[in-house]
């Protein structure tokens, strides 16, 4: 796989979300950060049901748990979506599991909404790389995200 150095939103999610083909709530519904290997190539323009957890790349045979950090991902805490100056803004804080964790090869995650069911179960909000092989022995796995968000829409 390819994840490189890439972190990207998916095009399908945009899409939908200004359609309506998909009902996203970013203040309400449920996210979640699940960890993948190297195996897999992320792709931005990916169709909305080849974004959506266990499908595509993003299969659970490409994914990265192990105690600490379930299968199926963290759910993101302290979820926040604003519009400031021209800027929309989806945030979270820093994620992390809650017990020790033993994890290694993890070269990135998937952020998607696990609340709603249809038209795409799971659906893809973006993918983010974390530059190269992470691991973790007996300890604490973070996601620490950008200071400027999950992602940022320059309008």
């Known amino acids: 796989m390819a994840f490189g150095s890439s972190s990207k939103i998916f095009s399908a999610f945009i899409t939908d979300a200004l359609n309506r083909t998909n ?6 519904d449920t996210f979640k950060a699940a960890l993948f290997n190297d195996t897999g ?5 990916a169709a909305a049901a080849s974004t959506a957890y266990n499908t595509g ?4 045979a490409n994914e990265v748990s192990n105690g600490g950090w379930s299968a199926a991902g963290l759910a993101l805490t302290s979820v926040t979506s604003q519009f400031s100056s021209n800027v929309y ?3 979270a804080a820093d994620t992390a599991n809650g017990s020790a964790a033993t994890l290694s090869a993890v070269q990135g995650c ?5 609340t709603l069911t249809t ?3 799971d659906q ?3 993918y983010h790389s974390f530059g190269g092989a992470q691991s973790v022995t007996a300890g604490t ?6 200071a400027s968000g999950i992602f940022a829409l320059t309008l």
């Open 41 to 45: 190539t992320p792709s931005q323009t």
């Open 57 to 60: 790349q993003w299969v659970t």
């Open 110 to 114: 998937l952020v998607y909404d696990d």
């Open 124 to 126: 893809g909000v973006s």
């Open 23 to 28: 009902a996203f709530d970013l203040n309400a």
């Open 141 to 146: 796995f973070t996601i620490v995200w950008n």
């Open 119 to 121: 038209p795409v179960a």
């Open 89 to 91: 803004t989806f945030d």
